[in-house]
């Protein structure tokens, strides 16, 4: 089964700083997809970035890069010059897709507290 | 605006009783996900249909049931509804399953509570 951890049940970070959440994983495949999405306070889920498991170089998008570690199943998300609009909820998700039949396995998610 | 739309928003109902949740998914977007998220158990991914048909289950118990129709809306129907039924429901929905490096786009929910 795959499972989804992120061990930060919170964090918090000063306005204009940087933080990495911690994601990590289990599975026994070796082509899959990972993702962060974030969930503000209006519970909308929003896509911030995704990682395709075969490609080692590391996504990045504006603010938003991960740390990809396949070896290690580790899939952290670094926010850089965080700004208070990026307060939330950030899940992190495992797709894998065998025989037309996926699904998005979440973790519990990291509630990110940003302060002025 | 996702693209992807939920209705209602909001449904406050009573423990024994049925309701619908209805999903359009975004244009194109042949797969449809519902998802449950409550406080303690996070988000749980409960079924998938692709182009009309069931793909995968997943914690869906027995009083749920759900369905995609031709034109790709998709129905996620709760019965004997039970106070732990109480939850924010999510539709998504993907451009085909296979697709593998998009993710999925949301719908911004349904919340049921059941009193």
């Known amino acids: 089964a795959q499972t989804v951890t992120q061990s930060q049940p919170e964090m918090s970070v000063q306005e204009a700083e940087t933080v990495t959440l911690s994601c990590t994983y289990d599975?026994?495949?070796?082509?899959?997809?990972l993702f962060w999405y974030k969930q503000p306070p209006s519970r909308q889920m929003i896509l911030v970035i995704r990682?395709?498991?075969?490609?080692?170089q590391n996504a990045t998008e504006n603010r938003f890069s991960v740390n990809f570690q396949k070896a290690a199943k580790s899939f952290s998300l670094k926010i850089s010059d965080s700004q208070l609009g990026d307060a939330a909820m950030y899940f992190c998700a495992y797709r894998r897709v065998q025989g037309g039949s996926e699904k998005l396995v979440f973790g519990k998610g990291t509630k990110l507290t940003v302060n002025p | 605006d996702s693209g992807v739309t939920q209705t209602p928003k909001h449904l406050i109902t009573a423990t024994g009783q049925r309701v619908t949740l209805r999903c359009s998914p975004r244009?194109?977007?042949?797969?449809v996900y519902w998802y449950q998220q409550s406080l303690d158990q996070g988000l749980q991914f409960l079924i998938q249909?692709?182009?009309?048909?069931?793909?995968a289950k997943g914690n869906i118990l027995e009083r749920f049931s759900a369905q995609q129709f031709p034109d790709l809306h998709s129905e996620l129907n709760l019965s004997s509804l039970e106070l732990g039924d109480s939850a924010l429901y999510f539709c998504?929905?993907?451009?085909?399953?296979?697709?593998?490096?998009?993710?999925?786009?949301f719908g911004s929910g349904t919340r049921l509570t059941v009193v």
């Open positions: 998504a929905s993907s451009v085909v399953a296979g697709a593998l490096g998009y993710g999925y786009t």
């Open positions: 599975t026994s495949e070796s082509d899959y997809y």
């Open positions: 244009s194109g977007d042949l797969s």
């Open positions: 990682q395709e498991a075969y490609k080692q």
């Open positions: 249909y692709y182009n009309g048909e069931e793909r």
